[in-house]
C-alpha cells in the first residue's frame, strides 16, 4: 500500500520560508517522480513543482526562484522548501507520486501579516 505522509506547513508572516516533506513507502520511490500541488477553494489544484527520479527539477512561473524541490532516495523523501512567501501562496500543498494516483494528505500553509 501506497503512503505518502507530510510534515510542515504552519502559518508564517509574508518574507518567512517554510519547508514541507513528504515521506513515501510502498513504492520504489527512486524509480519516481514526485511533485507538489496546492490548492485554494474554488480553484483547480496548481502544480507548484516536480523532481523527475533523476533529479531534474521544474516549477511553476509563480514559485522560480523562491521554491526548491529536492529528494533523498536513501530516506524515500521528497522536500519543498518555500522562501520569500507571499500571501498568494496560501493554499492546501500536497505532495504526489508524479503522473499516479498517490497522494499526501494535505497540509495548509497560511501567509498573513
Known amino acids: 500500500q501506497v503512503q505518502l505522509v507530510e510534515s510542515g506547513g504552519g502559518l508564517v508572516q509574508p518574507g518567512g520560508s517554510l519547508r514541507f516533506s513528504c515521506a513515501a513507502s510502498g513504492i520504489i520511490f527512486s524509480f519516481f517522480g514526485m511533485g507538489w500541488y496546492r490548492q485554494t477553494p474554488g480553484k483547480q489544484r496548481e502544480l507548484v513543482a516536480v523532481i523527475t527520479n533523476a533529479g531534474r527539477t521544474d516549477y511553476a512561473d509563480s514559485v522560480k526562484g523562491r521554491f526548491t524541490i529536492s529528494r533523498d532516495n536513501a530516506k524515500n523523501t521528497v522536500y519543498l522548501q518555500m522562501n520569500n512567501l507571499k500571501p498568494e501562496d496560501t493554499a492546501v500543498y500536497s505532495c504526489?507520486?508524479?503522473?499516479?494516483?498517490?497522494w499526501g494528505q494535505g497540509a495548509q500553509v497560511t501567509v498573513s501579516s
Open positions: 504526489n507520486v508524479h503522473q499516479n494516483d498517490y
